[in-house]
């Protein structure tokens, strides 16, 4: 099972990777057109934190103890991602690459950084500490 959690990442960051280059209406365009982009602009807020979450969960497979330093370089290697991706969407015309989509992309990182970290090394949120540990044995 803990090489599911390892393939993961990657497979993630393959479909984030195809679906960049494809148009925003291509799988769902809702009829409130304001509704719709402000929907799919909302999901840069949860795009990179479930890759940096899928980072932690396989890096939590591993022999070695997960250290505060590799939760750091899970975050920074989900930002990093970010980054690539609203370079990738530069190239296409019918996809735009903004500053504020990234601020949008680190936010939701840090809003789940801020919980893993508390729950694996400060013993707040003891659920979700749990969880991970679960992942962990």
Known sequence: ???????????????????????????VELPNSTFDHNMK?????????????????????????????????????????????????????YRSASWFDLVKDFTGISVCFYFVRGALFHGRFTRLGRLLGRVRD
């Open 41 to 93: 602009e909302s999901l840069h807020l949860i795009e990179f934190a479930i890759l940096y979450l899928l980072l932690v969960l396989a890096f939590l497979t591993r022999r070695g103890s997960f250290t505060p330093a590799l939760n750091v370089a899970c975050a920074v290697l989900a930002g990093l991602y970010g980054v690539s991706d609203e370079i990738h969407q530069s190239f296409y015309a």
């Open 1 to 27: 099972m803990k090489w599911v959690w390892r393939v993961l990442p990657f497979l993630y960051m393959a479909v984030v990777f195809i679906q960049s280059s494809l148009p925003s209406n291509q799988f």
